[in-house]
């Protein structure tokens, strides 16, 4: 669930989009205030830990290996992603969706309570068993949550209208914005008070967290599914899932294309899990910047809602993949300027604020972007498929902080060294260049 009601880019279920909405006014009304409810609060109590500023700042206090730090930093999106070809097969076939998102949750949302016990009575002092702890427990919280996701999204795409859908993810997109600017607010003041002791103050974030995820489960209760139609069940069961995905990576170019894209652009996250890294080393900043970046990401998220809901509405999704994918390009470039020049601290300060802001909009691009276009091309019975597909590739790209955190590594036993930084935000500014080019060249979308 996270990824549709996640940062709206950051992810997706890979559930039909085509089903027939609901028609008890009673029902739609109490599935549509559920559905905004649940976008709302869930991404606001993921607002607490924001991957590339909380999750890495932990590490970092709690190790020095660059390469640990990355997979800290890729935990959230490489957990999540990866499984949704799994997910999309397991609930295939499925007339009812609904007991597949509740016992997911009730499982995995419980993870952040247990890391929040775990540092208040620890208080980390084994800081590679808590590192490994926090890491663990994301992993299972995403797990549970991809297989969720899915059902998730199905149940929406069978109980709402798809102009519905549209302003429900909107609405609660904006909402969610609103809280989390709240949030990143608290994750300022909380890091940066010094009266609140490490690693007392991140078990304060998390178990922010856990607050919101126990309160929007409430809305996932009051959910009222439409069985899925008996047509539309044998017309999946009829179907070979991996037949068909090995038919169209053979022989549908587009869908190539768009893979490629997505590949070459995503690779962003490979950078992005070192920006905070690389900026307090450098300048020496201390945990404040955490919570200032924080509010810069939210600020960005909410901002970059608005502007690729009003360029898919007005230009369609193709325009949305050419926007975000030289913001892919641009976020890791400044950052390997200011790794490569002299730039003095209050001045990298703002880069980086910039990069963050760049950053918070680009995980609300995915949906808008590479798979809102992806749904508007892909023949009829391949589209869940396909963006099962483009989001699993997607969780393989995840993975690639681990490799940067390596090569930052193998530098870093002489102290700080700007080089190993500037290289990896260098190449992964290329590759992302690369991606922009391809993407100018997709052909407008079948469907408009």
């Known amino acids: 669930m996270q990824g549709c009601r996640g940062p709206l880019g950051a992810r997706i279920s890979s559930a039909p989009v085509n089903a027939t909405p609901a028609h008890d006014p009673l029902d739609s009304r109490r599935n549509i205030f559920a559905f905004i409810f649940d976008i709302a609060i869930f991404v606001t109590g993921l607002a607490f830990i924001p991957s590339a500023t909380v999750l890495v700042g932990l590490a970092g206090q709690l190790t020095e290996d660059k390469s640990l730090i990355g997979v800290a930093g890729m935990a959230f999106s490489v957990t999540w992603f990866l499984p949704q070809l799994f997910a999309a097969r397991l609930v295939r076939n499925k007339p009812r969706q609904k007991p597949y998102i509740l016992i997911p949750s009730l499982f995995g949302r419980p993870m952040f309570l247990l890391i929040t ?180 990401i939210i600020f960005g998220g909410l901002v970059g809602v608005a502007f690729f809901g009003w360029l898919a509405d007005r230009y369609t999704s193709r325009r949305v993949v050419h926007a975000s994918s030289i913001m892919f390009f641009v976020t890791p470039f400044l950052a390997a300027l200011v790794a490569a020049l002299p730039i003095p601290a209050t001045v990298a300060y703002i880069i980086f604020i910039g990069v963050f802001l760049l950053r918070g909009a680009l995980e609300h691009s995915l949906v808008l972007g590479v798979v809102g276009y992806m749904l508007d091309s892909a023949p009829e019975r391949n589209r869940a498929m396909y963006v099962g597909a483009i989001n699993t590739l997607g969780g393989i790209v995840s993975l690639t902080p681990f490799l940067g955190g390596l090569w930052i590594d193998l530098f870093g036993h002489t102290g700080f060294n700007a080089l190993p930084y500037m290289v990896l935000f260098s190449v992964v500014s290329a590759a992302a260049a690369a991606g922009m080019l391809i993407s100018l060249r997709l052909p407008a979308p079948r469907r408009t």
């Open 117 to 296: 016990l775990w540092l208040v009575f620890t208080r980390a002092v084994n800081p590679l068993a808590t590192l490994w702890i926090m890491i663990g427990g994301i992993a299972l919280f995403n797990l549970c949550d991809a297989l969720a996701g899915v059902a998730w999204f199905d149940v929406m795409s069978r109980t709402l209208s798809p102009r519905m859908r549209a302003r429900v993810m909107v609405v609660g997109q904006i909402l969610s914005g609103i809280f989390g600017l709240a949030a990143s607010e608290v994750v300022k003041r909380v890091l940066g008070n010094p009266d609140i002791p490490f690693p007392l103050n991140y078990a304060i974030l998390f178990a922010s967290t856990f607050g919101c995820m126990a309160i929007a489960t409430l809305a996932l209760l009051v959910l009222r599914e439409t069985p899925m139609h008996h047509a539309e069940l044998q017309e999946q069961s009829q179907s070979h899932f991996m037949a068909d995905l090995k038919d169209a990576v053979k022989h549908d170019k587009l869908f190539r294309r768009i893979v490629v894209v997505r590949l070459l652009t995503g690779l962003e996250a490979m950078a992005a899990s070192f920006y905070l890294v690389f900026l307090k080393e450098r300048y020496a900043f201390g945990n404040y910047v955490d919570g200032e970046m924080t509010q810069a």
